[in-house]
C-alpha cells in the first residue's frame, strides 16, 4: 500500500524525531479502512532498514514483513473459536515487557506495535501504563487505534498522536488504478471505501456482494410498512457489523435516489436493486432507518470492546 501518512516525508519526521529522543510512543489514530497497521509496519521499517529508506527488499525489511525480525514484536487480538476477537490482556503485557528487557540484536531500536490497542483490557492498560512511564533504551512504541477513547487518559497523554483522515475519492482511484484494477472496478471500489484506501483494497479481491445480496433478502422479507432490517441482522451470530455496514450503504444509496441525487449512488452495480427497495420506502422514514443502523453499530461495537 502506499505510503498512509500521505507521503516518505512523514515517515522520516516521524523518524528524525524517534532519533532526537532516543525512542518515542506512538498512537496511530482514526476510522476503520486507513490502513493505520500498515502505516505501523511501513514506519517500523523506516526505522530499521539497512539502508534507511526502507527499500523493502534488505534482510530487515524482509524479516519485518514476515513478522521474525528479533527487535520488531507485535501484538494483536487473538481470534476465538466463532471467529470474534478476543480482548488483549495481562499476558500481551508481560510479554511486551519481557520483549523490552533486551537491547536490540540487528535494528537500531526496539519496536513494539499493538494493533488494535482500544482492545487492551483494564488491567492490561494499567500495566502497560508502567512501561510508558519507565522508557527502556532505545524503545518504540506505537499503539494502533480506532476508538482512542478506550484508552486511559493517563496511557492517551504519554503518547505522540499521529492522525488518519480518509482520502479523497480520485486519490483512492489513483491508488487502485495503480495496482492493476480496471476503470469500473477501480470506481466502484473508490465510492464503497467512502475515504477508506484499506477497505478500497480489500474491496478488489472481496467486493462485498454477498452482504449486499443479503440486505435485499431482508428488505424484501420486510412487510410493507414494517422494517425488521436491524432485528434480523442481530439474530445472527457472525457478521453482524459487515451487515450493518452495507445496510448503511444501501439506504444511504435509497435515500438518495429518492431524492433525485442518482450521481451520488455508492452501490452502482446493485442500482436497479436499490431503486425497486426504495419503492418500499416513504422518503421521510429512510432516515429514521438509517439513525438506527448507526445507533445499532455503534452500540454492538461497544459489546464487542
Not at 490482556?89 to 536490540?104: A, C, D, N, Y
Not at 495496482?179 to 477501480?186: L, N
Not at 429518492?258 to 429512510?286: M, P, S
Request: aromatic share 8%.
Amino acid at each position: 500500500m502506499a505510503s498512509l501518512l500521505s507521503n516518505q516525508n512523514a515517515f522520516r519526521r516521524l523518524t528524525e524525531r524517534a532519533a532526537d529522543i532516543g525512542g518515542g510512543s506512538y498512537l496511530f489514530w482514526g476510522p476503520e479502512g486507513l490502513g493505520k497497521m500498515e502505516a505501523a509496519i511501513e514506519f517500523a521499517k523506516f526505522l530499521e532498514c539497512l539502508k534507511k529508506t526502507p527499500c523493502l527488499n534488505c534482510r530487515s525489511c524482509v524479516d519485518i514483513d514476515k513478522r521474525i525480525h528479533p527487535d520488531v514484536l507485535i501484538v494483536e487480538p487473538k481470534i476465538g473459536e466463532s471467529g470474534e476477537e478476543k480482548e488483549i490482556g495481562i499476558g500481551e503485557v508481560r510479554r511486551i515487557k519481557h520483549f523490552l528487557s533486551f537491547f536490540p540484536q540487528s535494528g537500531s531500536y526496539k519496536i513494539v506495535v499493538v494493533d488494535k490497542a482500544d482492545r487492551l483490557t483494564e488491567e492490561a492498560q494499567n500495566s502497560f501504563l508502567k512501561i510508558l512511564e519507565e522508557p527502556k533504551g532505545r524503545a518504540i512504541l506505537i499503539l494502533v487505534a480506532a476508538n482512542p477513547g478506550r484508552l486511559l487518559e493517563t496511557i492517551l497523554s504519554r503518547l505522540f498522536p499521529v492522525k488518519f483522515k480518509t482520502w479523497p475519492r480520485e486519490e483512492i482511484y489513483r491508488l487502485l488504478k495503480g495496482k492493476g484494477a480496471d476503470e469500473k472496478t477501480a470506481r466502484v471500489a473508490a465510492r464503497k471505501a467512502m475515504g477508506r484506501p484499506a477497505l478500497a483494497e480489500e474491496m478488489l479481491s472481496d467486493p462485498h456482494d454477498d452482504e449486499q445480496e443479503a440486505i435485499f433478502e431482508l428488505i424484501d422479507k420486510s412487510a410493507a410498512g414494517r422494517f425488521v432490517f436491524v432485528e434480523e441482522i442481530l439474530k445472527n451470530e457472525k457478521g453482524n457489523e459487515d451487515l450493518l455496514d452495507a445496510g448503511l450503504f444501501l439506504f444511504r444509496d435509497m435515500l438518495l435516489l429518492k431524492l433525485g441525487l442518482n450521481d451520488l449512488v455508492v452501490n452502482v452495480n446493485f442500482r436497479e436493486k436499490a431503486e425497486k427497495a426504495a419503492a418500499k420506502y416513504e422518503a421521510g422514514k429512510i432516515p429514521d432507518i438509517i439513525r438506527s443502523i448507526l445507533k445499532t453499530s455503534i452500540i454492538l461495537k461497544d459489546t464487542n470492546a
